[in-house]
């Protein structure tokens, strides 16, 4: 498919365990966004990468969360010793990443993490 | 801190009831506002982007439009089509390429 792949659409897990969230962004975007929404909020950005470039990883909530994207494309969200407060609906996101349209944002449809 | 306000957070139109939804801004340095469209269960998918007081954009029965506070995205003769949670985000110049979202406004626009 041409669009952003999410995997897997649903997890849940026990409190204390933890999980990996993985994102296929759309071929040849160079940049990729995390971000989180709780249940009837707002999208609170986590991290972004940018090419080569160091990414920016002022969103990420505490040392629990981490990131990476191996080789420009595929990246992993991880989320150590998973806590209740971490219970969201995680989205991905890539764009072009150059120009007037860094701010047109391919999403995909999130990892739903339930955290019991 | 960048902060983006949206209001209100849910509005109920009668089909054919055009309305107006807000999105007021306070940024360092506005480089682009971005309105994106929310259905339950999907992802939000990129409507339109204003760069500079004044201007304007439609696309079917939605128009924003842009001043130096805030921007208001008008929904003329809404469809129950129509019914999803609009987002505001804007991307400031110190923020690098990040957008920094409002809560939304849940539209349902009933028969």
């Known amino acids: 498919g041409a669009g952003v792949s999410q995997s897997p659409s649903n997890k849940v897990t026990e409190k204390g365990k933890d999980v990996e969230l993985r994102c296929d962004p759309i071929?040849?975007?160079?940049?990729l966004y995390w971000y989180r929404q709780s249940l009837g909020q707002g999208l609170e950005f986590l991290i972004y990468f940018q090419g080569n470039s160091a990414p920016d990883k002022s969103g990420l909530p505490s040392d629990r969360f981490s990131a990476e994207r191996t080789g420009g494309s595929v990246s992993t969200l991880t989320i150590q010793r998973t806590q209740q407060e971490d219970s969201a609906v995680y989205l991905c996101?890539?764009?072009?990443?150059?120009?007037?349209?860094?701010?047109?944002?391919?999403f995909g449809e999130g990892s739903r993490l339930t955290v019991l | 801190e960048d902060q983006v306000t949206q209001s209100p957070e849910a509005l109920r139109l009668q089909e054919g009831e055009s309305s107006s939804l807000n999105c007021s801004y306070t940024?360092?340095?506005?480089?682009?506002l971005f309105w994106y469209r929310q259905d339950p269960g999907k992802g939000p998918e990129f409507l339109f982007t204003?760069?500079?007081a004044g201007e304007e954009k439609e696309k079917e029965r939605l128009k924003a439009t842009l001043t130096k506070k805030e921007s208001f995205l008008h929904i003329t003769a809404p469809k129950p089509e129509d019914s999803a949670t609009y987002l505001c985000a804007v991307q400031a110049g110190a923020a690098g390429n990040k957008l920094t979202f409002g809560g939304g406004t849940r539209v349902l626009v009933k028969p």
């Open positions: 071929s040849g975007h160079t940049a």
């Open positions: 996101a890539s764009s072009r990443g150059g120009g007037l349209n860094t701010g047109e944002l391919f």
């Open positions: 940024v360092s340095g506005l480089r682009g």
């Open positions: 204003l760069y500079s």
